[in-house]
């Protein structure tokens, strides 16, 4: 069970996800939601398992991006860098041409 929702989730997913990762895909799945923002593999993948769609940090970005919320994902994608985020040279490259800004 995940939280105070009391929500039964399958055991392969506690297994291989962490409890935050877990909830959202429990509270997705009780609450009829069709988007998940994952940004993890294993994540992700059970995510899709489960018949949700799957974004993450950097296709949050490109919707704000598109919605003129931020003015440049470069410098978004720069501060989670200066935190320790890690994102492939390939993604990132991807986001900014995605944005027109790279």
């Known amino acids: 069970m995940i939280g105070s929702n009391k929500t039964q989730i399958d055991a392969a997913i506690l297994r291989e996800l962490d409890l935050g990762e877990s909830s959202v895909i ?6 009829a939601i069709d988007t998940v923002a994952i940004d993890e593999k ?3 993948r059970l ?4 018949g949700l769609k799957v974004t993450g940090s950097l296709g949050i970005l ?4 598109r ?7 470069g410098d978004c994608i720069g501060h989670m860098r200066d935190r320790g985020i ?3 040279a390939d993604l990132i490259k991807e986001a900014l041409r995605r944005a027109n800004e790279g």
């Open 42 to 44: 294993a994540g992700r």
């Open 62 to 65: 490109l919707k704000a991006r």
């Open 86 to 88: 890690w994102i492939s």
């Open 26 to 31: 429990a509270n997705a799945l009780t609450h």
């Open 67 to 73: 919605h003129s919320l931020i003015p440049s994902i």
């Open 47 to 50: 995510a899709r398992i489960h």
